[in-house]
């Protein structure tokens, strides 16, 4: 069996577990405040050319983003976010967990629109009993989005701009942003970042590292102020930090992170050229390493049998909506398999 469930099923990178085992025997202090760290810290400072951002490492994507909610909103306040988004279908309610509200708003293709974030916005402080409703203190948006779309510039600068009017903190989630630079269609680039968004994270889980992501805060307000005791009480922090920032530095060393994500989303643009050339139509265009073939249960059941993917999900149509999902280490051999069973259907 071949899978193409998800972009976290293998382990790391050979170059990260070679740099775990070299340090292995190494003594630092912990939670974080290692050499290696500061190296990582560094090292993403100038890849997005901010200096003096703050960078946080912890244990994995729904820590940080429950984590960094957490500590941006007031007890009274919600975090707004679209209906697809991770935070609303995928984290078992981590966000309400911690008392605060997700407020949904319909997705375009994955996506936040400015004109729906506006409208929800000025809808809130015109109703004259919004006293009595939860506050929206933040907006939650994440590129790739949960089916493989990515904001452009002009996208996350609208957001921004009506964050600012509103005076609320924009946050990305990076999960898998690694892929989501590497797009065919992408204008954002890293030292985009610190001017569209407030707080982003760096993914490491899906894109080649064992696990940790590494949150990034841009702002000049020091919105970061009591982060790490949140990160302690939250569980996002890794008593042996420096095995975050080990990985980290791996991945930003020799372009590393861009070099593996890139190759896995020309796999995955392979696959969507395949399934295309046979007729079969897409739940989204999407250009990253996620695609969305909408697939017949003849089709599903033959390709079953030697690959493992998604349905997205089972309604119980004739034709389903799938995902596969390529990796920092998916091997050409088992796309160039894939694909000629798709030329077989």
Known sequence: MIYFQCDYAEGAHPRI?????????????????????????KLIQEKIGKSDARVHFLVGGTQTNLTVIASLLKPHQGVI?????????????????????????PAEDGKLSSDKLQAFLKNYWADDTHEHIVEPGMVYISSPTEVGTVY?????????????????????????LGYG???????????????LVDVFYIGGTKCGALFGEAVVFCDDQNL???????????GGMLAKGRLLGIQFE??????????????????????????????????????????FPILDRKSIETLSQK??????????????????????????????????????L
């Open 307 to 344: 690959f493992a993917f998604m349905i997205w999900p089972d309604n119980g149509e004739e034709k389903l909506a799938t995902r596969f999902c390529t990796s920092w280490a998916t091997k050409s051999e088992q796309v160039d398999e894939l694909i000629a069973e798709i030329q077989q």
């Open 17 to 41: 577990l070679d740099a775990l085992v070299k340090t292995n025997f190494e003594q630092t202090p912990g939670y974080g405040v290692d050499v290696h760290c500061q190296n990582a810290c």
């Open 224 to 234: 970061d102020r009591h982060f790490r005791p949140i990160m302690k009480q939250k």
């Open 81 to 105: 976010g679209v209906d697809t988004g991770h935070i609303s279908c995928h984290e078992t309610g981590a966000i309400e967990a911690t008392g605060h509200k997700v407020l949904q708003i």
């Open 181 to 195: 630079l590497a797009s065919e269609e992408n204008d954002v680039f890293w030292k985009d970042l610190p001017n």
């Open 250 to 291: 791996t991945l930003f060393t020799e372009d590393l992170y861009e070099k593996i994500t890139t190759q896995a989303v020309q796999e995955a643009l392979r696959l969507r050229d395949a399934f295309k050339a046979k007729g079969f139509e897409f739940l989204v265009d999407s250009p990253t390493n996620q695609q």
């Open 152 to 176: 452009t510039k002009k996208e996350l600068e609208s957001l921004k701009q009506i964050c600012r009017k509103y005076q609320i903190p924009l946050f990305l989630d990076g999960a898998r």
